[in-house]
Each structure stands twice: as structure tokens, then as C-alpha cells.
Nanobody, 126 residues
Framework: QVQLVESGGGLVQAGGSLRLSCAVS????????LGWFRQAPHKEREFVSV????????WYHDSVKGRFTISRDNAKNTLNLQMNNLKPEDTALYYC???????????????????WGQGTQVTVSS
């Protein structure tokens, strides 16, 4: 049974930092593509960052490039997202995802995702 359990969300002021973690089980952690998506109220779920299988390639949405960093802890089967210089527009429910397909353009969508976590809320105040 595949399980993705997020943690680390919270309330932070603009310019602050948060680190999200996703505990992954039920899949061969190193050999699957994993990522983070987010959904703000009244908006569609959008891609934030994806880590390719074996973690040697990563993609980022343009809005988070230079501020967010995705990483894997293979010893703990954990996917992390370090978020720095947070902005109010980063406020959303953040989901960990196990992908089943890649996007040739690097513009991932929910169609690339096979499993979702339950989400963790990130709120950035101005």
C-alpha cells in the first residue's frame, strides 16, 4: 500500500522559511519520481517541483525557482521541500505526489500523478 504523509506546514511571515517533508512507503523510494504540488483556494492544483527517479534531475515551477529546493533523504525514505523567501502568493495546501509519468516540457500536471498525500497547509502572511 502506497502512503505519502506530509508534515512541516504552518504559518510564516513573508520572507520567512519552511521545510516540508513527505514520508514515503509502499514504493521503491529511490527508483520513483516524486514531487510537490499545491492548491490555493479557488485555483487548480499546480506543479511546484519534481524529483526524477534516483534524484539526479529536478524541475521547478518558474514562480519558485531560486527560492525552493527539493531533496531526497534515501536513508529515511523522505522527500523534502525547503522553501525560502516565502511570499503571500505561496499560500496553499501543499501535496506530496508519486508520479507515474514525466512531462517532456517539464510542465507537470495532475495527470502525471498516480498517488497523493493528504496535504499540509502553508500560510504566508504579508
Amino acid at each position: 500500500q502506497v502512503q505519502l504523509v506530509e508534515s512541516g506546514g504552518g504559518l510564516v511571515q513573508a520572507g520567512g522559511s519552511l521545510r516540508l517533508s513527505c514520508a514515503v512507503s509502499g514504493v521503491p523510494f529511490r527508483s520513483v519520481a516524486l514531487g510537490w504540488f499545491r492548491q490555493a483556494p479557488h485555483k487548480e492544483r499546480e506543479f511546484v517541483s519534481v524529483s526524477a527517479h534516483y534524484g539526479d534531475v529536478a524541475w521547478y515551477h518558474d514562480s519558485v525557482k531560486g527560492r525552493f529546493t527539493i531533496s531526497r533523504d534515501n536513508a529515511k525514505n523522505t522527500l523534502n521541500l525547503q522553501m525560502n523567501n516565502l511570499k503571500p502568493e505561496d499560500t496553499a495546501l501543499y501535496y506530496c505526489a508519486k508520479l507515474s509519468t514525466y512531462s517532456a516540457s517539464g510542465n507537470f500536471t495532475s495527470r502525471n500523478v498516480r498517488y497523493w498525500g493528504q496535504g499540509t497547509q502553508v500560510t504566508v502572511s504579508s
